[in-house]
């Protein structure tokens, strides 16, 4: 990370409602919010279900959603910046590398990412993520995942909603 990328201002973006019981459809609202992210159940490990009326806010909610299983993002300030950029042969490969690789650099960096900007242009992606280094007397750490699967993997944009599981 640039010094330049380092000092730059950054606005807090609003946080979300994390909610258990969302039906499936294009953006929920809870108490008349929309509802950007929401986990879900899984045997064994964890998932989420993204919404978003674009691929570009539903990989941002997708990854917001991901990040919120391992950290409180209220406490994540978006003072860092990577840039990113990606290509796959399909929407959902796409979304599995983009996920993929923020959870790299959270694991090698000691980083957490609580803010998302995500161009998607056919199959390839560019996107900033913003965020902090890893603090232990500020973030409560929650859950470590390990890997984004393929296991009911999905992207439907005419829905906008999205499904991931990890792998904790």
């Known amino acids: 990370m640039s010094a330049q990328a380092r000092g ?11 909610v258990v019981t969302a039906k499936k459809f294009h953006l929920p609202r809870v108490l008349g919010l929309h509802v950007r992210y929401e986990e879900i159940e899984h045997t064994a490990d964890v998932g989420i279900r993204a919404y978003g009326s674009t691929l570009d806010e539903l990989f941002a909610n997708a990854s917001e959603g991901m990040f919120s299983l391992i ?3 209220e406490d994540v300030r978006p003072v860092g910046e990577v840039e990113i950029r990606l290509q796959a042969d399909d929407i ?5 590398r983009w996920l993929s690789e923020l959870l790299y650099l959270h694991e090698t960096q000691r980083f957490l990412f609580s803010s998302f900007e995500v161009r998607v242009r056919d199959t390839s992606l560019e996107a900033r993520a913003r965020g902090e280094a890893i603090d232990k007397t500020r973030h409560e750490l929650r859950l470590a995942i390990k890997a984004v699967t393929r296991h009911r993997l999905s992207v439907d944009p005419v829905k906008g ?3 991931v599981i990890f792998d904790i």
């Open 8 to 18: 730059r201002m950054v606005v807090p973006v609003r946080r979300s409602v994390r």
């Open 71 to 73: 950290a409180n993002l």
């Open 92 to 96: 959902p490969i796409l979304l599995l």
């Open 161 to 163: 909603m999205a499904e």
